[in-house]
């Protein structure tokens, strides 16, 4: 691995981590490594990503204007630096926003772009959640969306289109899954991370759920698609990745049954399951907390 990369992964692994300590009470920072250099990706004729600066985006630009998904960390670095990115590849402005959730590394930047005239849609439980949301990430909370949906909605902008999924509580209460049907691309937001490859529940006041999360990547794949767009990681990945992070987190799941099963008391749960061969390094920020741990135990205790 260069330096480069490493420097990447190091750096989006600490922005992840402050995402999911997002609930917990504030305790001594701990050292973040610098963020990455933010950059875009042309990933289809009319479909950009855009890393690094927070949680990843993607770019559809159309002839009527572009739509974004996910608004990054809130400062006006990030956010300049993504206006020069897409001002890059489009002079149209960008009319639509999309919150994959509401952690403030996807939408730290959401005020800005309502103060610009965008629309920001997100699902409809995210203003629930704000409303006891606190973090590290971000002075205050972001704006919530100006625009909301229950299930499924149909964004068209120009000729173009993308479909926004909720499919139930995942890596928060309130995930939006986008798919953009012609590119044959979908963005999962946080409910698929290449760096690291932990699937991160928000419990809690998040209302996130593991079970959910692997239901949620089930039916995500259930669409045509051969690129996603993860959360944080410098780069798409194919079908067969997505899979077989999905083949991962069901052996988790099915680990974590056995253990509870077994009879494995609630404070050695985590510490009784074998998941160095999957590639998954929890008991540590993402899944130590004691509610995440207590809404773990609570639904797959369930028949
Ligand atoms: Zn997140």
Do not use: C
């Not at 922005?15 to 963020?35: E, K």
């Not at 990430?137 to 479909?163: E, I, W």
């Not at 991370?193 to 932990?198: A, H, I, K, L, M």
């Amino acid at each position: 691995m260069n330096t480069r990369l490493a420097g990447l992964l190091a750096a989006s692994t600490a922005l992840i981590a402050g995402a999911a300590l997002a609930q917990a009470p504030a305790a001594p920072a701990a050292p973040r490594a610098p963020p990455p250099p933010m950059e875009i990706q042309k990933v289809r004729p009319n479909l950009y990503f855009i890393v690094g600066g927070g949680g990843n985006s993607e770019l559809l630009v159309t002839s009527d204007g572009a739509l974004l998904v996910d608004t990054k960390n809130m400062n006006d670095k990030d956010y300049g630096d993504l206006m020069k990115l897409i001002g890059s590849v489009t002079d149209k402005p960008v009319k639509v926003v999309v919150d994959t959730h509401h952690h403030a590394d996807h939408t730290g930047n959401n005020e800005k772009f309502i103060a610009a005239g965008a629309k920001v849609i997100g699902q409809e439980t995210m203003p629930e959640i704000f409303k006891n949301y606190t973090t590290r990430l971000a002075p205050h909370t972001p704006a919530s969306p100006t625009t909301l949906y229950a299930k499924t909605m149909d964004v068209r902008l120009g000729k173009s289109q993308a479909k926004l999924y909720h499919f139930g509580p995942g890596h928060t209460g309130a995930d939006t899954v986008v798919y953009f049907p012609a590119q044959k691309a979908i963005a999962f937001g946080d409910l698929l991370v290449s760096s690291p490859t932990v699937p991160n529940y928000d419990a809690g006041n998040a209302r996130g759920s593991l079970l959910g999360f692997d239901r949620a990547l089930g039916e995500g794949l259930k669409l045509k698609w051969d690129v996603a767009f993860p959360g944080h990681g410098d780069k798409p990945l194919t079908r067969d990745e997505v899979k077989a992070y999905k083949v991962k987190i069901d052996q988790l799941i099915s680990r974590i049954r056995d253990s509870i099963n077994a009879g494995t008391p609630k404070d050695k749960l985590i510490a009784s399951l074998k998941t160095d061969d999957l590639g998954f390094k929890i008991g540590g920020q993402f899944w130590a907390p004691p509610e995440r741990v207590d809404a773990l135990v609570e639904e797959l205790s369930r028949k």
